[in-house]
């Protein structure tokens, strides 16, 4: 871990982390791969944007409007520079990853890059906001869905591949939100290459933990979300390359991604005004500039080194435990901040129940992943996840209160 890193420092800019729950029992957040907590660096720009500079963007000829404007247009200029995008004009704002991986299918096809007889490839490992739009859109067109698979040991099965001369889409996630994978994409961009398919990059889990350089990783697009890299929720980010965002049409009509509107018809604005259809997510900007600016000030490494450590101790303690099950993998070798485990002859929703009352907030379910749950034979598991305020002693209280769980219910 690097030396300048300091934990403790940092969860000062976190009042939550602070709090007390029922019976007095300190918080130990360990849900960070469904939500981050937010730093008070955040939270205070967001305040003072709706205290003295609230107005709607790009119409309102007075000032507030323009000073609504250039912060939410800041916020555009900042995230492209975080993820080193070669245009500010790339950065097309969303509601969440969800809406930027559904606006990519559904313009794909609309545009007819998609068509019967074609293929599309995902994985098993995929967040249902990677799959099923796919699937919609195999629907829609006629197109095939196929998929890599996973190895025993969680990682993609690259030995087995899917991609044809026919593969139109190849659409995968970076890092896996239930088995912590951090998947090889540079390698399967390199193969989507040599078949002249689209890459679509799902970087929701990627680009909060891991340094991230969109011209340098080759793919067309990369879909995250704001609200788990420290920024506010009813924010998402659609990178794409210009050349392919300027000739797509767009999502949604309305407001503002128009060039002109007659009763007989309607021309469309330049990117990426073209996908940001009515009033845009203002405030969301400011605080997501405000995110990446904290983030920037700790220095990607230094949170990528922070969430191998942590993730590398959270294995060794919790496969201390006899009966419990890591699914995925089990070295923290190319493996992020989440740990999705089974407790033999306990339900992971009882796990994360018990768990809860100790104060530790875990997640129990499927996890948007139920694919990969099938393959590993379970329905659902717990999680706990990770991030850069987390600490070796919460990790310890995670495997006290697991022991006192199976304790519990006498496993």
Known sequence: MAAAYDVARVREDFPILQRRLAGDLPLVYLDSANTSQKPRQVV???????????????????????????????????????????????????????????????????????????????????????????????????????????????????????????????????????????????QVIARAREVGALVVIDASQAVPQIPVDVAELGADFVAFTSHKMVGPTGIGVLWGRYDLLAELPP?????????????????????????????????????????????????????????????????????????????GPQEAVDRGGAISFTLEGIHPHDVAQLLDSRGIAVRAGHHCAKPAHLLFGVQSTTRASFYLYTTEAEIDALVDGIRHTQKYFGA
């Open 44 to 186: 205070d720009a967001i305040d003072a944007h709706y205290l003295a500079h609230n107005a709607n963007v790009s119409r309102a000829m007075h000032q507030l409007g323009a000073e609504a404007t250039e912060g939410f247009e800041l916020g555009r200029t900042k995230v492209a520079e975080f993820i080193k995008a070669p245009r500010r004009e790339e950065v097309v704002f969303t509601k969440n990853a969800s809406e930027a991986l559904n606006l990519v299918a559904r313009v794909l096809g609309d545009a007819g890059r998609v068509r019967e007889g074609d293929e599309i490839v995902i994985s098993q490992m995929e967040h249902h906001s990677n799959i099923v739009p796919w699937q919609q859109l195999s629907q829609r067109t006629g197109a095939t869905l196929r998929w890599f698979g996973i190895t025993p040991e969680g990682r993609l099965d690259l030995e087995n591949d899917p991609i044809t001369e026919r593969t139109k889409v190849v659409s995968i996630t970076w890092v896996s939100n239930m088995l912590g994978t951090i998947n090889p994409v540079q």
């Open 251 to 327: 999502f949604l009509g309305g407001g503002e991604m128009i060039a002109t509107v007659t009763m007989e018809g309607s021309t469309y604005a330049e990117p990426p005004a073209r996908f940001e259809a009515g009033t845009p997510p203002i405030a969301q900007s400011v605080g997501l500039g405000a995110a990446v600016d904290y983030l920037t000030e700790l220095g990607m490494q230094n949170v990528a080194a922070h969430e191998q450590a942590i993730t590398a101790y959270a294995l060794e303690r919790m496969l201390e435990i006899d009966g419990l099950r890591v699914v």
